[in-house]
């Protein structure tokens, strides 16, 4: 007698609701604020001033600066106001003794043969590393979008062309870890585990 279990009575992976919630927010209001703020950088190009490289208006959203401006800005807000209710909900649920490096994750990177342990360590060590790139895009997003109420941020990166290049340089950083996120969740559990992030 087998003992297989059919795919059709298989067990799906299941996720809590605030991580279907928190997932699906973060890819609209990602798509939301790479797109609006293509159009932001094409009226200012960071990179080579108005003769810089512009990106095709198929990419862009917001038809123009202003419209631009209005999309991404509320995009920032979704996004913000989404990690933080997220960090508040890790910490209330204690799921952040799960989410995060230690010192067991670097010690399994040097020793640990088990290819599952391998990608969990390598998971937590990408949750980790974001952190300070998310916070630097918004630090840096707020010292351009109300430079008259934080100075200070301006005066942090020493001019106003130094942030908006800190600014963009956060967004491949941003896209390299879905990526890398997207894949060793693959690895880790299959398409069905990715799946259940968002439904």
């Not at 509320?74 to 890790?90: D, K, P, Q, R, T």
């Not at 952040?96 to 040097?110: E, I, P, S, T, Y």
Request: one cysteine or more.
């Amino acid at each position: 007698m087998s003992s297989t279990v059919s795919p059709k009575h298989r067990m799906l992976p299941t996720q809590a609701i605030g991580a279907k919630i928190f997932h699906s927010c973060n890819i609209i209001s990602l798509f939301l604020m790479l797109t609006s703020g293509l159009q932001i950088y094409n009226a200012n190009p960071v990179f080579g001033g108005r003769a810089g490289l512009h990106i095709p208006p198929i990419f862009t959203l917001g038809a123009w600066l202003a419209g631009g401006r209005h999309w991404h800005f509320a995009a920032m807000w979704l996004f913000s106001l989404n990690l933080l209710w997220y960090g508040i909900y890790v910490l209330i649920t204690r799921r952040w003794r799960h989410r995060f490096v230690g010192v067991n994750d670097l010690k399994a990177l040097q020793k640990s043969q088990n290819s599952q342990r391998l990608i969990y360590a390598w998971h937590r060590i990408a949750y980790t590393a974001i952190i300070p790139i998310l916070l630097l895009a918004l630090l840096t997003g707020i010292g351009m979008y109300k430079p008259a109420q934080f100075p200070w941020i301006l005066d942090m990166f020493g001019s106003w062309q130094a942030l908006r290049v800190v600014h963009f340089a956060s967004v491949p950083m941003v896209i390299l870890f879905t990526v890398i996120h997207s894949l060793l969740g693959r690895q880790a559990g299959g398409d069905k585990l990715t799946e259940s992030m968002f439904w």
